[in-house]
């Protein structure tokens, strides 16, 4: 009995140490190794055929056995060959191989080379439609642009692609119930053709029935400016979508559902519709603060009414103050909308700014200050946009009553007594002391044009954008002055191969105006608000925030000359980098006009409500500073 149970105990530990050999034995014969190599396709093509190929797509199982890699192979060319016929391609020439290594250990070898050989030709399209909008010139249109796929190759995936816009763009034409009657593709392998057939039932043509306005802000006479849908007009889905966005764009209401009714029986069903609007809070409040390199600290409050009365009309108050000078602003204005659906509007607006100037921004050891005050009063009127091509124009006329006072007297002999001032205007004669406090009262028309296109409102990739501005004043109009002025600024952008972007921008300006000569320095006989400086983020960066002006003037130049030229590219998903050249200057003479470069590099990030740049600007000349940081926020314009 002992024996019995030594034995079965020795039995145990040789099964125990055998067991470990015998597992590895087993997944080692379990495992084939296989490696399939597929010759002579691309791109989609390849992938295709690689993704039929059941060899393929079951070369890394655990449990490939030798049995299964032969009938899978056996099947390969077969299907190697299906997966080329959606391509166009059906006559195929296919060498398939199979080798097994086992004495170099490196297993299964499967290789297939392929030549796809010339894809099958669509000879013929057959396209009929019949029903009520067989006839109709549009629906003979959808015919004329498929038949311009005759005589290429045949691919199953454009047919399929191409069948499922015709039937859209059918739908899309108003026949709502528009469905194949027919649809099939005939191969003939004998004369290596193939033939298309396609029938449609267009079924009856939809319109618009009456529409119901749901809301109980706004009249509807004048809600209704913004339709484009109208009863008895054909019913397109592309329209909703198109009335949805429109009403949205308003800034009236913050959600706009269409809702389409049951058709109305007939041989034009007509469909009503009912478009609810829910409409934002009257009042919206906003506070800002902020840093800027430019500015310095800074704080903003401004209040938009949205809406008053019932016929669209809405104000916005604002304010806003920064560190640097003391920069105070505030406007008021109130828009009247006449035609909202392409833009046209009068504008009534408010506005003051001043700022102070004291001795040290004249590099002056000592002296006075003063603050720069200017107050306008604008009537504008925004005429309707036009369209040509691509582009969109938004021109506007309007009058400006401006007032602006300073004082660069106290400036230069704020310092010294009141005696020792009066002596220095008696000797520099009443005109120069007026010319350096001046007192402008101007009444300034002015047009402007807008020349606009862009791919994409948040990042443009392919746009082009052109402002020209013209005003003046005349001492016949009662401005106590006379000068006119002409402003034009300009962006161009274009995309470069797939990551990359092109920017180029300028900024002109040209001023026809007196101007006199006090102590050695130059003052132009136009408002400080009127007069060009350059410097700054979206001007010759590298310089301080409308730090470039004349050399021989205080407040500004009479004209204007910038130019930046940037490169971008995108390095990671939504983020890039930038390199630029700036250059210009504000200038009196065109003889005396000193150019200013500044070069850097950038950071770019397309952000959910535009895009976001930090910007290191290093100028070229000299500078108060080595290096300005900028950082902005939105579109390019």
């Known amino acids: 009995m002992n024996v019995d149970r030594n034995h079965a105990f020795r039995s145990t530990l040789l099964s125990m140490a ?50 299964n890699i032969i009938r899978m192979h056996g099947k390969a060319e077969a299907e190697i ?33 392929v030549e796809a050989g010339t894809p099958i030709p669509v000879n013929n399209i057959a396209l009929s439609f019949i029903g009520p909008g067989a006839d109709h010139q549009d629906v ?69 029935g009456d529409i119901e306005l749901q809301q109980d802000k706004f009249s509807n006479d004048y809600l209704a400016r913004y339709l484009i849908l109208q009863p008895g007009n054909t019913f397109k889905h592309s329209e909703l979508a198109r009335q949805r966005h429109l009403l949205s764009a308003s800034g009236y209401f913050s959600e706009v559902i269409i809702e389409p009714g049951e058709p109305m029986q007939g041989e034009n069903p007509q469909v009503p519709l009912v478009i609810g609007m829910t409409p934002f809070p009257a009042n919206r409040y906003r506070g800002r603060a902020g840093w800027g390199t430019d500015t310095g600290f800074g704080l903003g409050l401004d209040w938009t009414r949205r809406y008053l009365g019932q016929r669209g009309h809405h ?19 109130y828009t009247i909308p006449r035609n909202p659906l392409r833009g046209e509007a009068f504008e009534i607006g408010l506005r003051h700014e001043s700022k102070d100037l004291n001795f040290t921004d004249v590099d002056l050891d000592e002296g006075g200050e003063t603050r720069i005050a200017t107050n306008l009063a604008t009537l504008q009127w925004r005429l309707p946009v036009s369209n040509f091509d691509d582009f969109g124009l938004q021109s506007s006329a309007g009058v ?17 007594p009141g005696s020792a001032q009066n002596a220095i205007i008696e000797n520099i004669g009443t005109e120069a002391y007026e010319t350096l406090a001046p007192e402008f009262d101007a009444v300034v028309p002015g047009l402007s044009f807008k020349l606009k296109r862009a791919d994409d409102p948040l990042y443009i990739r392919r746009g ?21 002025q002409a402003r034009f600024s300009s962006w161009n952008i274009w995309p470069v191969a797939e990551r990359g972007r092109f920017l180029f921008r300028s900024n002109l300006g040209y001023t026809d105006a007196e101007s006199r000569s006090v102590l050695g320095v130059n003052f132009n006989q136009i408002p400080e608000y009127y007069e060009f400086r350059a410097g700054g983020a979206r001007s010759v960066r ?34 890039s980098v930038a390199a630029f ?57």
């Open 18 to 67: 055998l067991w470990p050999c015998l597992v590895a034995s087993i997944s080692s014969f379990a495992a084939e190794q296989l490696q399939v190599t597929l010759n002579g396709l691309e791109d989609d093509i390849r992938n295709n055929a690689l993704a039929s190929l059941e060899i393929a797509r079951r070369s890394k199982d655990a449990e490939l056995s030798s049995t």
């Open 81 to 113: 060959r299906r997966a080329l016929e959606p391509f166009g391609y059906y006559q195929p020439v296919i060498t398939t191989d199979l080798q097994n290594s086992e004495e170099s250990g490196s297993g299964w070898q499967a290789t297939y080379n």
């Open 464 to 484: 082009d954008y052109l402002n020209l501005e013209l005003l003046g004043a005349s001492e016949d109009l009662g401005s106590n002055i006379d000068f006119w």
């Open 315 to 333: 104000f916005n108050v604002g304010a806003a103050v920064a560190e640097e000078r003391e920069r105070l602003a505030g406007d008021v204005s």
């Open 400 to 416: 400006s009553i401006v007032g602006e006072s300073y004082d660069i007297f106290e400036v230069l002999f704020g310092n010294l």
């Open 581 to 637: 050249l700036d250059g210009g200057n504000a200038f009196n003479k065109f003889a005396d006009f000193n150019e200013k470069l500044g070069t850097g590099i950038g950071i770019r990030w397309r952000s959910p409500v535009g895009l976001a740049r930090i910007d290191f600007g290093i100028p070229l000349n000299d500078a108060d500073d080595a290096f300005q940081i900028y950082i902005t926020v939105g579109p390019e314009f």
């Open 542 to 575: 590298g310089y301080g925030w409308e730090t470039l002006f004349p050399s021989d003037a205080i407040t500004g130049g009479k004209h204007l000359i910038v130019a930046s030229i940037e490169y971008e590219h995108e390095v990671f998903p939504d983020w």
């Open 140 to 208: 003979k249109m959808l015919a004329a642009s498929l038949a311009l796929l005759q005589g290429q190759r045949l691919d199953h995936r454009r047919y399929e692609t191409g069948k499922r816009k015709l039937i859209s763009d059918t739908r899309e034409l108003g026949y709502l119930n528009a469905q194949f009657l027919e649809h099939r593709v005939e191969v003939d392998l004998q004369k290596y053709t193939a033939g298309i057939t396609l029938k449609i039932e267009t079924g009856p043509r939809f319109v618009y």
